[in-house]
């Protein structure tokens, strides 16, 4: 079997290995108590839920371009009829680390299917504690910080979409006493996606050398926003209208400093990425697999960049 060092220290640097989750066999629709975020809510009660074949050639087309740019990419074991598109959530690297989540209990049969990566990666795996609750989705590395997507009301336990608790912030922070740890809290709800940001990725992301995207409505507090604008610049970060961000134009994923993969239908973004930015954008189809929930990033664990 072939062996890791995971590395990972950003969400920008050169990407050389990564886990991108399976399409082949997703089982039947889901019914809406069966669903556990608010777009495969809505998904669900519209009839638009994404069928096998879209989610198999919007998958293709992403593990087209990441041969493209020749990173090896790792898949997790196929389970039958068993959704496995997200492999973010399920775990993810900080530094030399590999973490596997505490992922909700409709989820957890993803986590066995990691069992070969687990094992390529040896003494370097940490698993929570049971207590910590994080998913990869919300956690967002900038070098020495930590981006910490969260829910810390009192009403956490009521809602599915609530999945990194307080108890993480506390964890991380004593497990990297070095890096700064910046909790951001985001709106919650569970069945309509334009009041909910399932994860932080969905809000926030960094793409470029002190450039970032951002959905402003989706953060609870206004202090939050104040010290992204200062980390940043306000000039730095692409603000996403609550439209784009209904499509998921924040949750895209950097191959490198310079080059990025997006949705072709992101059609304002992609052009100032291009124009504004300089940057080389990489479109895919991801449309359908939108509407469960996720896009490009939740799609995708970097395991090892440069």
Same mark, same amino acid.
């Given at each position: 079997?072939?062996?890791?060092?995971?590395?990972?220290?950003?969400?920008?640097?050169?990407?050389?290995?990564?886990?991108?989750?399976?399409?082949?066999?997703?089982?039947?629709?889901? %019914?809406?108590?069966? %669903?556990?975020?608010?777009?495969?809510?809505?998904?669900?009660?519209?009839?638009?839920?994404?069928?096998?074949?879209?989610?198999?050639?919007?998958?293709?087309?992403?593990?087209?371009?990441?041969?493209?740019?020749?990173?090896?990419?790792?898949?997790?074991?196929?389970?039958?009829?068993?959704?496995?598109?997200?492999?973010?959530?399920?775990?993810?690297?900080?530094?030399? @680390?590999?973490?596997?989540?505490?992922?909700?209990?409709?989820?957890?049969?993803?986590?066995?299917?990691?069992?070969?990566?687990f094992d390529?990666?040896?003494? !370097?795996?940490?698993?929570?504690?049971e207590k910590?609750?994080?998913?990869?989705?919300?956690?967002?590395?900038?070098?020495?910080?930590?981006?910490?997507?969260?829910?810390?009301?009192?009403?956490?336990?009521?809602?599915?979409?609530?999945?990194?608790?307080?108890?993480?912030?506390?964890?991380?922070?004593?497990?990297?006493?070095?890096? %700064?740890?910046?909790?951001?809290?985001?709106?919650? !709800?569970?069945?309509? *996606?334009?009041?909910?940001?399932?994860?932080?990725?969905?809000?926030?992301?960094?793409?470029?050398?002190?450039?970032?995207?951002?959905?402003?409505?989706?953060?609870?507090n206004a202090?939050?926003?104040?010290?992204?604008?200062?980390?940043?610049?306000?000039?730095?970060?692409?603000?996403? %209208? *609550?439209?784009?961000?209904?499509? @998921?134009?924040?949750?895209?994923?950097?191959?490198?400093?310079?080059?990025?993969?997006?949705? $072709?239908?992101?059609?304002?973004?992609?052009? !100032?990425?291009?124009?504004?930015?300089? @940057?080389?954008? $990489?479109?895919?189809?991801?449309?359908?697999?939108?509407?469960?929930?996720?896009?490009?990033?939740?799609?995708?664990?970097?395991?090892?960049?440069?």
């Amino acid at each position: 079997m072939k062996t890791y060092t995971p590395h990972v220290t950003n969400e920008t640097n050169r990407l050389k290995c990564v886990v991108l989750g399976l399409p082949d066999s997703i089982g039947a629709v889901p %019914t809406t108590q069966e %669903t556990y975020d608010a777009k495969s809510y809505e998904a669900v009660v519209n009839g638009t839920f994404p069928k096998q074949e879209a989610i198999i050639r919007e998958m293709n087309a992403l593990l087209d371009v990441l041969k493209k740019y020749e990173v090896e990419v790792l898949r997790p074991n196929p389970l039958n009829d068993y959704n496995q598109v997200f492999a973010r959530d399920v775990s993810f690297t900080i530094d030399d @680390m590999l973490f596997v989540s505490n992922l909700i209990s409709d989820r957890e049969l993803e986590t066995g299917a990691f069992g070969t990566i687990f094992d390529s990666v040896g003494s !370097h795996l940490e698993r929570l504690p049971e207590k910590v609750h994080a998913e990869g989705g919300d956690v967002l590395l900038y070098d020495d910080t930590l981006f910490i997507g969260t829910y810390l009301r009192s009403d956490y336990s009521s809602f599915k979409t609530a999945r990194t608790n307080s108890y993480a912030i506390d964890y991380f922070r004593e497990r990297f006493p070095h890096k %700064t740890i910046v909790p951001l809290e985001l709106r919650k !709800h569970d069945t309509d *996606p334009r009041k909910s940001v399932l994860h932080l990725d969905c809000a926030f992301q960094p793409v470029s050398n002190g450039r970032a995207l951002i959905y402003r409505e989706g953060f609870l507090n206004a202090s939050d926003l104040a010290l992204l604008d200062e980390i940043f610049g306000r000039d730095n970060l692409f603000a996403v %209208t *609550p439209e784009e961000a209904y499509f @998921m134009n924040t949750n895209v994923f950097s191959l490198s400093p310079d080059t990025i993969i997006t949705e $072709e239908r992101f059609t304002r973004l992609n052009e !100032h990425l291009r124009m504004q930015w300089g @940057m080389t954008v $990489e479109t895919v189809p991801y449309f359908e697999i939108s509407k469960m929930g996720g896009l490009l990033r939740c799609s995708t664990m970097p395991l090892i960049r440069e």
